[in-house]
């Protein structure tokens, strides 16, 4: 749900900013909890073909993911860190959705994938 939301949101900026190629989104798990449930690098990824700041990528991303209904709908928050990273963290609401497709599917379910995104 979130990964594909936010690869969308990152093709329609790309589009509209002209950008002929952007890295892979990539949503993971932060090795440190305090950095929310998933953490992305792509703004220092996407620095070279924008030439601007990671930071100022990260700042504008995060706007244009938390303008989206949907992705806001997912997140309590979105915050920028360090020189770029942005670090999500899962509304209760998201939680809810998940628990009851994981109800939905019983013996079915698979274990989360530590990555969520890649393009």
């Known amino acids: 749900?979130?990964?594909e939301r936010v690869e969308k949101?990152?093709?329609e900026w790309a589009a509209v900013e002209g950008w002929?190629?952007?890295p892979a989104c990539e949503l993971a798990r932060p090795a440190e909890e305090a950095h929310g449930d998933y953490a992305t690098?792509?703004?220092l990824q996407m620095a070279r073909v924008a030439k601007r700041s990671p930071r100022?990528?990260?700042e504008e991303l995060r706007e244009r993911l938390l303008a989206d209904p949907e992705i806001s709908g997912l997140v309590d928050?979105?915050?920028v860190a360090g020189p770029g990273f942005l670090n999500f963290t899962l509304s209760g609401e998201a939680y809810s959705a998940v628990m009851s497709r994981m109800l939905d599917q019983g013996d079915d379910v698979a274990p989360a994938p530590r990555t969520l995104c890649r393009g």
Request: aromatic letters at 0%; proline letters at 6%.
């Open 1 to 3: 749900m979130l990964a």
């Open 9 to 11: 949101v990152v093709a």
């Open 20 to 22: 002929e190629t952007a």
């Open 41 to 43: 690098p792509l703004c």
């Open 56 to 58: 100022a990528l990260a």
């Open 77 to 79: 928050q979105i915050e």
